[in-house]
């Protein structure tokens, strides 16, 4: 069984969450919790942030 494809729009997401994993939880999000938590990750490392956007 073959999983759904990504549309265009989620993968560009993906290669934004590697250079700045805020930008797509905010996309994604809006300016929840979960934005605010990416940032603190983001600032503590940029692996744990990457982590989150993921």
């Known amino acids: 069984m073959a999983a759904p494809v990504s549309s265009t729009s989620d993968v560009l997401l993906y290669f934004l969450a590697i250079f700045i994993p805020p930008v797509p939880v905010f996309f994604k999000r809006g300016c929840a919790a979960d934005f605010w938590i990416?940032?603190?990750l983001w600032i503590l490392g940029w692996i744990?942030?990457?982590?989150?956007?993921?």
Request: charge should be neutral.
């Open 38 to 40: 990416n940032i603190c």
């Open 48 to 54: 744990p942030g990457v982590i989150h956007a993921w």
